[in-house]
């Protein structure tokens, strides 16, 4: 079975400073990963996905995200914050079969500070 | 406009009393699926359809039902709804048959459900 551990419920960060969200990751077979945001009062929306082709995926809003096999980890990074960027952001897992379903973490709420 | 709606948006309810949170997808969406979001939890799927007519549990199924008799619509039921169904609740759509990992999930905006 997948799962996916976020490290960190609450980051908070400055204006422009780094924005650097944890994903691990467990799967008996090479997964899929993703990453999605929801903003307040908002469904979720994908703001990125790794799926084999590439190991360093960019997303929307200046997002990326990096695969990392040895580590097993997903970590979401954005060089500089924006007021904007203030949402709860969720890693998700998916195996590779037919019937795959996505297994979320527990979410990282990030805050950003003038 | 591509989207997932959901009604109604927001609902208080007392125990027993059934209800149905409706789910539509106009983007023609072989999978949809249903998610309950708690503080601390997460998002946990509680039931899935890969096409009309063909559903499944997921993680947390006890005490809903849902239908797919039409490719576009999963209404969520709750037949008898307790306290511990408080929750915010999301349906999603997918557009494979050969299941989520391939393509985005898109999310309706939520619905979230009280029961006193």
């Known amino acids: 079975a997948q799962s996916v551990t976020q490290l960190g419920s609450h980051v908070s960060v400055s204006e422009g400073a780094l924005v650097l969200l944890r994903c691990n990751y467990s799967s008996s077979v090479p997964p899929y990963l993703f990453w999605y945001v929801q903003y307040p009062n908002q469904g979720l929306q994908l703001l990125l996905k790794?799926?084999?082709?590439?190991?360093l995926v960019k997303g929307i809003n200046g997002f990326e995200a990096e695969f990392k096999k040895s580590e097993t980890s997903f970590h979401l990074t954005k060089p500089s914050a924006h007021m904007s960027d203030a949402a709860e952001y969720f890693c998700?897992?998916?195996?590779?079969?037919?019937?795959?379903?996505?297994?979320f973490g527990t979410g990282t709420r990030l805050q950003v500070t003038l | 406009e591509a989207q997932v709606t959901q009604n109604p948006r927001y609902l208080i309810t007392v125990t027993g009393k059934k209800l149905t949170v409706t789910c539509s997808q106009n983007m023609n969406h072989e999978y949809m699926s249903w998610y309950r979001q708690d503080p601390g939890l997460g998002l946990r799927q509680i039931y899935y359809s890969m096409n009309v007519e063909v559903t499944d549990k997921g993680d947390v199924p006890e005490g809903y039902k849902v239908s797919r008799k039409e490719k576009r619509n999963f209404p969520l039921i709750l037949e008898s709804p307790s306290p511990n169904q408080t929750s915010l609740y999301f349906c999603a759509s997918s557009n494979t048959l050969a299941g989520p990992a391939y393509n985005e999930q898109f999310f309706g905006p939520g619905t979230r459900l009280t029961v006193l």
């Open positions: 790794y799926t084999s082709a590439a190991t």
């Open positions: 998700a897992v998916s195996g590779t079969g037919t019937a795959s379903k996505l297994t």
